[in-house]
Every structure is written in C-alpha cells, then in structure tokens.
C-alpha cells in the first residue's frame, strides 16, 4: 500500500455529538445580538460598551482573504449563531453539580472533570460551545493566589483585572476576526500569577464545539505579574458535521519584569472529510506582550485539525533583554488549509526570538509558514534565529514558506534556514527492512521531524501529540 | 533455508537478473560476486523486497514460505536482513529508539514481551561490543552525521540487534579502510551460528579473506556465470572480471546450481 493511501484511512475519534438541551439565540448578528449576548451573561455596562465598540469597527472592516495563502467560500456572517449554552444551573456549589451528560462528554474526550477523578497536576477549565462548563483545582489555586477561572466569572469578581488588561495585547480593531471576536466572544478562561508566585500546576482549557450551526469565540486572558512563571496549555476538538464552523478566538498574554509565560496548544478540531466537506474554520489571534524586562514568552503550537488554520501566534518584545519563541508544528492532510506562522516585534534592547516551525502536508493540502520579524530602531543588540522546515508527503500537496524581515537598527542579528523535504521511499524501505511497518515508520520519521518542537511540551502533551500526528497520517498507529 | 529459482527481475521496465538460481542453507557463507551492472545489488535489495524493483518471473522459497509475497517488514520480522550499502539517515531519531523498535517488532512477532527501554540499554551495550562501538552512538539519530565506516558498523551492529537467519551483506566492505574493515568482518563471523545463513555481495575479493565463504558465486549480466569455493575468489583477484565475461561469452550460462 501506498503512503498516500494508507493517509486516507485516518479516522477523527474525537466527532461525536452530545445529545444536551441547548440555551440559543437566533442566527445573525447586530447590535441586538451583542445587547442579547450581555444581558445573557448579566455583564456590566463597559463591557457592553467595549463590545458594541468592537462591533462598530468590525463592520468597516473586510475580511483578510487575499494575502493568506487560503482558499474558500465567503462566510455568511448572518448564518452564524454566535450564542449557545448548555442548559443548567446557575450556580453550582461542586463541580459534580455538573450536569452528568457535560461531564460523559469530557471524560470521553479524556478530561475527567469531577472531583474523583481529576488529573492530577493540570487544572482545567472546560468550555462547551459558548461557555465555561466546569473549572478544576479553582480553590486549590487561589490559596497560593493565582486566579484561575472563565472569563465570565473574571467579569463578574475581577473587573478590574479585566479592565485592565483586556484589549490591551489585541485591541478591538487589530484585525477583522480580533474585532469579531471583542464583539461577540461568549467565554473562555482568565489566568492571572501574583507577583512572585510560581504556578504550582499546569493550568489548561479544553474548546469543544458541539452545536452545529454555532461558532465558537472564545477569549483567553493570562497576566503574569512580576518574578511569576506558568504553563498553560490548550485543546480543542469538535464533531463531525459537513457544514463549516467559525471558531475565532483571541488569545492575550501579558508577562512583566522577570515573568515567565508558557504556552502550549494541541489543535484537533474536525477537519473536514478527504474532500474538504466541513471542518473548522480556526481563525485565531493569538498575542504575548513581554512589557517586563527579562520577560518570556513561548508559544508551543501543534497543530493538526481544522479545514483552514489561519493563526500567527506572536510576541511583543516590549521590554529590555525579553525572549520571545515560537515553536509549531503543523500538519495538514486531505484538503486542509494552513496559513499560519508568528510575528516577533523587536522593541526593547538585547530583545531575542527564536522559531522553529515544522511543516507537514499530505494529500491535496496547502500548508503555509508566514513570519514576521521586525526589528525596531531602538532595539539595539536584537537577535533573531528562524529555521523554517516543511516535509512533503506525496505529490498533490504544496508547503510554501513567506517570510517578512524589517531590521531597523545596524546593531542587530537576524537569521533565517528553510528546507523542504521529502519522506522518500528508500527511507521507508530502510526502516521496514528492520521490521518496522509502513505506518510505523511514516510516524517515526514524521516525530523525528518535530523532535525539537516536541521537546518543548510538556511530558504527556508530548506523548499526546506524537500519538495524534500518527492518528492523522495512518488511522492506525498508537 | 533459501531457494531461488530461475529468478528474473528488474527496475524502471529493465531486466536486470535474467534467471538465478541458487540453494543457501544454514550455517553457510555465500559470496556473491561480479562487476559493476551484473545485478548483485539487485539480487540483494529483491530479497530484502525493494519497491522499486520488479520481479518478472521465477520464485524465491525462504524456509518454505513464498518470500515474494511477504512485504519488506514481514521479510524482516521472519528473520532476513539486509545491511545496506548506503545506510538511510533519519534525523531526529535515535539510533536507540530506532533499534528498540525494530527489536520488538521482531519480540512481538515471537510471541515474547516487549522490553522497555532500561531493559534494552541493557542488551544494546553487550550486542555494541561486537563492532566496538561507543555508548555514545545510541543517542545520535540514525546514521547522520555518522563517517561511512561508522555507518557500516552501525549496519551490523542491528545485524547483531536483531538476530537475522538470513543476512545479506550488500557491499558492507565498500568506502572502509582496513581497520573498519577487519572489525566489521570480525563482528560478522561472531554472528554466524549453525543456524543461520549469510550472503555477501561484493565486488572485491578483498573482504573474503576475513568472511571467508563456502560458495562464491559470479554474476554476469544477470546470470551465475560460474560458481565454486572460496579459491574462485582468489582466481578472479588475480584474472580479473574480464576472463568471466569472456568465458560467458563463449559457451552462454552455465547450468544452474544444485
């Protein structure tokens, strides 16, 4: 059997659909929606504010659907439901107040949520459709004093953390889908470290979609005060469906003196059937701001589902001596789309940035590494290292790679290595004739490949992550 | 333990072995020998199931099975291998992971547990004796930036891994000086058991004198042009491949062996 044919076989176990009574609005979008999705939430007035802000410029905006290397149909922005929630109670005293069928569905996603059961060491914040279902750990956190919970609740006991900070990464016009997103985003999770503290676990959210005529938009907001460090992580998954979904969400991350931020996806939404019929459509505004001196920022990305990933996970290089790094790891198989890359700006002195991205196409996919480094005049001693790979499995798949460099200072460093590879037949061949089965060997040389991404994981997200990017090439390895 | 009979393959639509026949059994060394183009490397890389390689007629019989049916990996597993002449790099793979995976593929295929990798460190270091090789090689990736005499004995050191009944040496001699060369060969003649085969293809006779073969067989153009004990070795070191050719040419192939 061919590579090419046993990359067909794959299968999405993840594509089910939970049968749960659903709280919706009407599809469509005007400054009603918005008043609806408010007085849902019970939000206070600046947030209205914010929002309808948000929503007033996105309608001047047009959508960024010719400078990506993508192609589909335009979106119908009023066929969209931007508000579903699963019904329950308002108030939940423990997490095994949860409804029991929200809890089945997480736990089939492998993310036990109730208290029994919990994974030890991750705290988790589960959000199903347009809001945050369950978060573990919360009390536990708040003892040594890291807020760690959805965004709703931050509105509602943190106010002025979130006013603070939100919008202040991403601003509500930075882009046409970030716009979309403060206009309209439902949930999502708040993580904020006090000065000093080291996050004593790994915080996560897990995305799942489950209404077929929904979108997802979702706001991620961590704070990193001074001296802190966290890891956090994300996943996201989705049901099979054959129309497309609109998952736009906008990730801030703000690290100041000497904090330390890590962040790590693993992307697996449905990607469409082998004809591109359905799959998400993830577009995503993903940002970091080393304000601090010292600051770090790194930004871990596996991404492997979605019908079109358009996503540049970046860092602001804000303060003196910070580091920015993004790490990716990008497969796309049948017709699936990426664009997708990251931007480092170059502010402060002695500013560093390191990417490595690693892309992967099978089938009749188009896999994209877009990158910007931009080194300010004031940025002296700045220093760039980008090594961009891209690994071409059969031969009806492209891999392009577009990067953009501005230096604006003499004092500076920037350096760039491309390649584009192949997994050629008398690799495979060598690996077989020691036993190895086909399937097994297009894994190994797929993991080695990303070896230096995956390093960057943490443990069991590495062994996830390896374990899904066999799933998606060959069905049946792992 | 092999049977190959009136065996015709080639690449890309041409035929390059055009009817070999040939009985190994256990506990014997097998020298294949002949000029660049005779088909050699073919023979090997047919055995071992090379995609690229087509085969047009005849029937190869290992322990009794249909060998052309089996795949590369199930080949492998059932016991045959093939040290490549130019061994494939695989970046970002260690030489221990890859080897503890083929080592349970074979585990696997007989019935026995899988060991974990303390355990396999273990069986690595004492098998890395046999071509001296340093513990320092096992977490490099997979022959790269290896030199061509560290990537041979990295061939026979999963030779010595794995356990082949069958192994075929494909010009394992080829780009080693003396000294690799003497280790290498030394590592092989410690794998050789009564109870499994070895074939070696080479061009020079010169590996011979430390794999010493019962049978040399001489391939030209496609066919055993003539076939007999180590002494054949010696006689073409000294005539050279020309006198074949023309012994060929004169009375056509010779009747195949028994």
Known sequence: MSTAELLAKQEYKYGFVTDIESDVIPRGLTEDTIRLIVEKKNEPEWMLEFRLKAYRHWLTMTEPKHWPNL?????????????????????????????????RTFEKLGIPLSEQKQLAGVAVDAVFDSVSVATTYKEKLKKVGVIFCSFTEAIRDYPELVKKYLGSVVPTNDNFFAALNSAVFSDGSFCFIPKGVRCPMELSTYFRINNAESGQFERTLIVAEEGSYVSYLEGCTAPKFDRNQLHAAVVELVALDDAQIKYSTVQNWYAGDEEGRGGIY????????????????????????????????????????????????????????????????????????????????????????????????????????????????????????????????????????????????????????????????????????????????????????????????????? | MLEIRNLHAGIDGKEILKGINLTVNKGEIHAIMGPNGSGKSTLAKVLAGHPQYEVTAG???????????????????????????????????????????????????????????????????????????????????????????EKKRNEILQMAVLEPKLAVLDETDSGLDIDALRVVAKGVNQLLTPNNAIIVVTHYQRLLNYIVPDFVHVLANGRIAREGGKELALELESKGYDWIKTADNGKGAVAPAQ
């Open chain 1, 71 to 103: 192609d589909y149909p335009t979106i119908d922005y009023q066929d969209i439901i931007y508000y579903s929630a699963p019904k329950q109670k308002a108030t939940k005293k423990s997490l095994d107040e949860v409804d029991p069928e929200l809890l």
């Open chain 2, 59 to 149: 029937e190869i019989l290992y322990e009794g099975r249909n060998l052309l049916e089996m795949s590369p990996d199930e080949r492998a597993r059932a016991g045959v291998f093939m040290a490549f002449q130019y061994p494939i790099e695989v970046p970002g793979v260690s030489n221990a992971q890859f080897l503890r995976l083929a080592y349970n593929e074979k585990r696997k295929h007989l019935g026995e547990e899988e060991l974990d990798p303390l355990e396999f460190k273990d069986l690595l270091k004492e098998r890395a004796k046999v071509v001296e090789m340093d513990a320092s090689f096992m977490t490099r990736s997979v022959n790269e930036g290896f030199s061509g005499g």
């Open chain 1, 282 to 478: 993830n577009f995503v505004t993903k940002r970091g701001k080393c304000a601090g001196r010292n600051s770090k920022i790194s930004w871990t990305q596996v991404e492997t589902g979605s019908a079109i990933t358009w996503k540049y996970p970046s860092c602001i290089l804000a303060g003196d001596n910070s580091i920015g790094e993004f790490y990716s790891v990008a497969l796309t198989n049948h017709a699936q789309q990426a664009d997708t890359g990251t931007k480092m700006i170059h502010l402060g002195k002695n500013t560093r940035s390191t990417i490595i991205s690693k892309g992967i196409a099978a089938g009749k996919s188009n896999n994209s590494y877009r990158g910007l480094v931009k080194v300010m005049p004031k940025a002296e001693g700045a220093r760039n290292y980008t090594q961009c790979d891209s690994m071409l499995i059969g031969s009806t798949c492209g891999a392009n790679t577009f990067p953009y460099i501005e230096v604006m200072n003499d004092s500076s460093s920037v350096e760039h290595e491309a390649s584009t590879s192949k997994i050629s037949e008398e690799q495979l061949f060598y690996l077989q004739q020691r036993g190895i089965s086909q399937e097994d060997a297009v894994s190994l040389i797929i993991n080695g490949f990303c070896k230096d991404v995956f390093l960057q994981l943490p443990m069991e997200f590495a062994v996830e992550a390896q374990r899904l990017l066999g799933l998606k090439l060959e069905g049946s390895v792992g």
